[in-house]
Structure formats: C-alpha cells, structure tokens
C-alpha cells in the first residue's frame, strides 16, 4: 500500500452538557448586545456583531474587503535561517513538522526525518539534538515528532503518533516523562496553559481510509480535551475529518488536494476547534465549556475538473516519465469535492489575536491571514510569504519552514513590525 501524504496536519459521543449547549443556540437567541464598526488602515471599515446566546458569545463579522490591511509588515528578509545542504549533520534538517521558540531564543524543531528534536541558538547556531529513534522514555517512532509545544513551566513537549505518546523534556533536554495519550487518541496538537492536552485520533491509524470501497472517503474524528497525565477529560463530539482520495487503479490512498478538514489550535486559554467546510470557529475552554462562536463571511466556491487536472500535472511535471504516467493514471478518478475550504490554518499569537489564513484557490499568490482580536472582532489582514508555512506567531517574529531553491529545507524566524 502506498501512502501519498501531501498535506500537514473517530465516531465520539457528545458530552450531555455540549447536546444542551446545542439546544440552547437553537432555541435561545438573546438581542444584539454589541456592534461595532473598526477602521482598518487603509480606511477601510469592517463591521462586526456580537450577542449572547445561552451564555455563549456569538461574533458575526463581514468578509474584510481585499485592501483591508494592517500597517504590520513581515521582514524582507529572514532574520535567522536555519538548515543546510551540506556541511555539520545537525544543521541538515529532513522532514520537519513543526518548530517552537523558547523564552531564552533557542528553537526547538520537530526534525520527523531523524526522530528527534533539534535545538539552534537564538542565532540559528546548531546547539544540540534531544531524543533519537527507539521506544524508550524520550525517543520516537519513525517519522516523528510530528509536533513540538511549550509545556507549563520551562518544559517540551513533543507528539509520538504511532507511540499514542507525548514526551516531555526539561529545558535541558532531560527526558522527564512519558505521557500516554487515552485510548483512540494519537496526533498531539498542543497544550493549554494549565496542561490540557489537545489531541485528536489519526485517520491512517484508525484503518479508516484504506477498504472502503469508495474513491472519496471522509471519516469523522473525534477532538478531545486530555489531562496532563493522558487520560480523556472531554470528548468535543465526532467532527468531519480529512478528505482522502482511495484510488481504484492502483494501491494509492491520498489527501485529497481540495480536501477540506477539521482543524484546531491553541488561542489564549481556549482551544479553538473548527471544521473548514464553512467559515465558523468554536472555542472551548478546558473543562470543555463552549464560550464563543466566531464567524465571518465566506463565499464557497466549487472546484472545476480543469483545476484538478491542472494542480496534479504540475505536482508530477518532474517525477521521471513512467513514474509521472502511473500517478497521473491512478488518480485520473478523482472526484471534485463539493466546496473548496473555507479556511486552512490557525494560529494565535501573545497579544490574544487569533489568525485564520485563507484558503489559496488556483491562480492565487500570496497567504493571506484574517487577523482576529481577543474578543473575535476582524482587525484587518496580514500576509505573508507565499510558500513560508507558519509554525508559530509571537509578538515580533513569524517563524516556520520554507524550501529553498535548492529545495533545502529550511526553518526560518522572519521579523513581525506591528507598525502602531
């Protein structure tokens, strides 16, 4: 079986409480109690409404218009750059998944090539490596970490997926403990201040996409709330997974490249869950309380046979010919999906702002991020470089990975000037 993943990254009941949540937005709307009208720096102004509703906070926001930008500028250059080609092994980096800035300026990056994590000074210099490949306290399976956070006080954490595990690290690399994630549950997306571990099931894992019988497969997943020990707090109830393509001409199973999900993140002391088949963000706080909903306006558009056709020629244009024509036979099945996403990341930076990129339709350059305020009032968007994937936002600097040229992976942290 060949596993094609192309992009980066269970039935549940749904807990008595998060049910009559539900009932109550049906049922109980209280009248407007806030509206406001921001004024964007290019004097464009963007309106936003929001009202309770059984005690959960409900923001409606109009779609910025395109010239609604903030003043804040992203460097033209990377202030450090992190990776090579050749040289030391430590700073030769393969399959990176994710990356973390620690209060002293060190960047912990989530190197899955290696199983380990690799730790540069706050100038980029090669510092040393935590972790290795094996099944013992501080070590990963093969093709993790696949993610790396800040645990409360000075520790890491890092996810171990096929090990259902999360392994926490002093700030000096010590492996302090192991942290087996509850049954069902693999992928470790992040942490809440207080130790809450958010996490969610893995569709490979799970048997889920292979065997269907059908060329488009969309399994639910199901998002839960764990304690620092592992162990479930809080189902967030089954919420639409990835959309695989399973192709019947050949053992291929693959993202779909239009392929909408569930996605999630970290924002302040919520965690923010969010399917992107519509424009709606749901953020819960520990104990799993559902406190408020975001909402912006959204166009969907459906995905044309020409645009596929289109984005899986130029994904093979350089594989060797017989190689080319094989993927290209294997997926001339695929189905369109209905809707392309509405959205296709999130982040949230110290300042309490939470960032929704836009989803790039063909033809479209750049990635444009929605800028959202504490509250889940638009303040205007931000973009940043086209093929730079964002891992973290702090108060001054963007850091994420990019391919070079030489396509050289490379981690890099780019100056953030909030301007005024």
């Not at 049922?27 to 720096?41: F, G, N, Q, Y």
């Not at 393969?94 to 690799?118: Q, W």
């Not at 509850?182 to 201040?193: C, I, M, Q, R």
């Not at 992107?276 to 559902?290: I, M, N």
Request: net charge negative; with cysteine; aromatic share 8%.
């Amino acid at each position: 079986m060949c596993l094609m993943n192309t992009m980066r990254t269970r039935p549940g009941s749904i807990q008595p409480c998060l049910i009559r949540l539900a009932v109550g937005l049906a049922t109980i709307i209280l009248p407007v109690v806030a509206a406001c009208e921001v004024e964007s720096d290019t004097g464009q102004t963007l309106m936003s409404e929001a009202r309770d509703s059984a005690g959960i906070t409900i923001v409606e926001n109009a779609r910025p218009a395109v010239g609604s930008r903030l003043t804040w500028r992203i460097g033209e250059t990377p202030a450090v750059s992190i990776g090579a080609e050749e040289g030391d092994p430590g700073e030769m980096l393969f399959d990176v998944r994710d990356a973390t800035r620690l209060a002293d300026g060190r960047i912990v990056v989530a190197n899955a090539g290696t199983s380990e994590l690799r730790v540069f000074g706050a100038d980029g210099a090669y510092l040393e490596t935590w972790g290795g490949q094996g099944d013992g306290p501080g070590e990963f399976s093969a093709y993790t970490p696949e993610a790396v956070a800040r645990w409360p006080g000075d520790s890491v954490a890092a996810g171990n997926m096929f090990g259902r595990r999360v392994e926490v690290f002093d700030s000096q690399g010590d492996a302090g403990r192991t942290v087996t994630m509850a049954d069902g549950y693999h992928s470790f997306l992040d942490v809440l201040p207080n130790g809450t571990v958010l996490a969610k099931p893995s569709a490979v894992l799970m048997g889920g996409i292979f065997g269907a019988g059908e060329p488009l497969i969309r399994r639910d997943e199901d998002f839960g709330l764990l304690g620092p020990d592992g162990g479930l707090r809080l189902s967030l109830g089954a919420l639409p997974g990835e959309e695989w393509f399973s192709s019947p001409a050949g053992p291929m199973a693959m993202r779909h490249p239009f392929g909408r999900a569930t996605i999630a993140t970290i924002w302040g002391d919520l965690a923010v869950v969010a399917p992107t088949d519509r424009y709606e963000l749901r953020a819960y706080r520990s104990d799993g309380t559902l406190v408020r909903i975001i909402r912006r306006e959204h166009e969907l558009r459906s995905p044309t046979r020409a645009e596929l056709d289109a984005l899986l020629a130029a994904r093979y244009a350089d594989l060797p010919e017989e190689r080319r024509m094989g993927l290209l036979a294997e997926t001339a099945e695929m189905p369109l999906v209905e809707f392309f996403p509405a959205f296709d990341a999130l982040q949230s930076d110290p300042l309490g702002n939470l960032w929704v990129r836009e989803y790039r339709l063909p033809g479209q350059d750049g990635n444009v991020w929605t800028v959202f305020d504490a509250a889940g009032r638009v303040q205007g968007l931000v973009e940043t470089p086209s093929d730079f994937d964002v891992f973290e936002i702090g108060e001054d600097y963007i850091l994420g990975t990019m391919a070079d040229e030489f396509d050289v992976e490379r981690v890099q942290i780019w100056p953030l000037d909030r301007g005024g």
